[in-house]
């Protein structure tokens, strides 16, 4: 599956450990989403976007903010003036699902010219 299959694919509601990837299906996934890595304890997806200055960063907030609004996963966002670190889990299954994927590759898709 690459980035483009991902990001058209739609969260659904992922509960419980039978719904976590397993780390085979984490480095395969990986692969697809240039930039984003395991978070040091391994229960996260992460990865630091830079911007211009802080209207770019907040734009880019506002955008993420709206798609995972739309499919009702929600980031762990840390940002300054000229970037935003995006995080992804699922703490309904407690570590990564492939939600914690389709949004890292939504995300990807929001910034893709
Ligand atoms: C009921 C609702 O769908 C759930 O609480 C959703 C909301 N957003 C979520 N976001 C994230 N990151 N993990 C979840 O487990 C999660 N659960």
Redesign the pocket.
Known sequence: MNTTDLATQHCR?R?GKENAVDSAQVSNLLQQLPGWQLHADGSAIVKDFKFADFHHTLGFINAVGFMANHE????DLEAGYGHCQVL??????GGLSL??FICAARVEALLAR
Do not use: I, L, Y
Request: aromatic letters at 8%; charged letters at 30%.
């Open positions: 509601p509960k009702d996963h929600h980031p992804w889990s699922t703490h309904d299954v939600n914690d």
